[in-house]
Each structure stands twice: as C-alpha cells, then as structure tokens.
C-alpha cells in the first residue's frame, strides 16, 4: 500500500514534530536597513510552515509605520537602523500595539544591549552571526509568550547580572531620555533642527532645546562629539 501523499502526510508530519503551521501561520515583519540581510533572514523564515514574512521595513520608522497598518503577530527588528533603532521602535511598538511579538536581531553580543531589549518589550535578543540556528526557534518562542536568549550569551549575561548584584550595582540607567536618545540618533545622521522638528512633529525650537540639553547632559561641545556619542552607544553605525 502506498504512503499518503498531499495534505494529510503533511499534516501528520507537522503534528509529530509539533510545529504545524495550522490555518494561519505567524505573520512576521522585518525591519533591517541592510537589503541583502533581509533576503537572507526571509529566507530562513519562509522555509518553515509555521512562519511568514508579510513586511518588510528598511529602518525603525517605517517598520513602526507598517506595524500599524499591516495585520502581523510578530516583529523581528534590527537594533542598528537609520531613523529609529531597533530599540526605540520596540519601544513605540509596545505601547501602540502591546499584544505584537518582538525580536531583536544584532550583530552585537552585548549585555545591556540585551537589557534594554527587554526593558523595550521585546521577548528574545537573537544574534546575527548565528541567525540560521536560533532565529526560527526565537520566533516560535516568542509566539507562545516565552523569552528567548541565545544559548551562547547565557552565560555571560547571568555571570554579568551576578556580579553587579554581588557587588551592590544596579544595571545602569539610560543617560538620556528616549524623546533625547530619538533627537541625538537623528542630529548624529546629520539632519537638520528642521528635519528632525518635522520627523518627530515637533517645532525645530523643541529640537534645539533638547539638542542643547544633551550637550549639557554629556558634557559636549559640538554636533561631531554627539556623533562620536552616538556610535559609541550603538545608536548609529561608524
């Protein structure tokens, strides 16, 4: 007698593995300013049943924008991006859209990178480098509502998290609010107060305001400082 071929075959082989796609597989957008790595990830993801990419955004403010006029579960968003981080996009999405999945995908194996990932909603931190082996397990972690920490950073973040609590040190604060964290990314990507006053609706006024509270706050003297600032904390690539 031959094997059942078709549907059915599929459908048994999905409920043996426990990852059957059922009638609406996880709808995901991605955002990466970077083309190539896109099609690489979406690769990844469309290969398996129960994932789908339905967007795709090339920087924070257009996965934001996206996130809310397409019906998606999940969102897998670089941390590194033009306009908005990944961060601060997480951020935004979690007040907008608080039932909305989050990943954060990065090249960058860094401790409070993946603090303030969590602080900002999102579920898992999944590392570039090692996408093809953790990204789907991520998102399939994600959907049931469980976070997800590479098996290799472990380690390394409860070591890290031991030894500030051994030594009575709290995880460091942000040195700079968000509404400041979003101007100084924008004015480090050489925007002008106008640029910036009509990205965010704000009056370019505001935007100097802020501007030379950050000064002020970081104790720096001009755009170039700022810039250097940014890069330093991975608001912006070198």
Do not use: W
């Amino acid at each position: 007698m031959s094997s059942p071929t078709g549907p059915t075959a599929r459908q048994d082989a999905d409920e043996d593995t426990g990852q059957g796609s059922g009638p609406n597989p996880t709808r995901i957008l991605l955002a990466d300013d970077h083309a190539l790595v896109r099609g690489g990830v979406r690769l990844i993801l469309d290969a398996e049943p129960d994932l789908t990419v339905v967007a795709e955004a090339a920087d924070g403010a257009e996965a934001v924008a996206l996130a809310r006029s397409t019906d998606v579960d999940l969102a897998v968003l670089d941390i590194s991006m033009p306009r908005r981080t990944g961060l601060q996009a997480a951020r935004e999405l979690s007040r907008l859209r608080p039932e909305l999945r989050i990943l954060i995908l990065t090249m960058y194996d860094n401790e409070q990178y993946f603090f303030e990932a969590l602080k900002a909603g999102a579920s898992g931190y999944v590392l570039k480098s090692v996408a093809d082996r953790d990204l789907v397990e991520a998102c399939r972690a994600a959907v049931r509502d469980e976070p997800f920490i590479c098996p290799g950073a472990e380690k390394a973040l409860i070591r890290t998290y031991l030894d500030r609590a051994e030594r009575g040190r709290p995880l460091p604060d942000r040195a700079v609010t968000e509404r400041e964290e979003e101007i100084l990314k924008l004015v480090a990507e050489g925007h002008s107060s106008k640029e910036i006053g009509d990205l965010l609706v704000i009056s370019p006024k505001t935007v100097e305001r802020h501007r030379a509270n950050l000064l002020q706050k970081l104790g720096m003297r001009d755009r170039l400082e700022l810039t250097r600032y940014a890069i330093r904390v991975g608001l912006i690539e070198p």
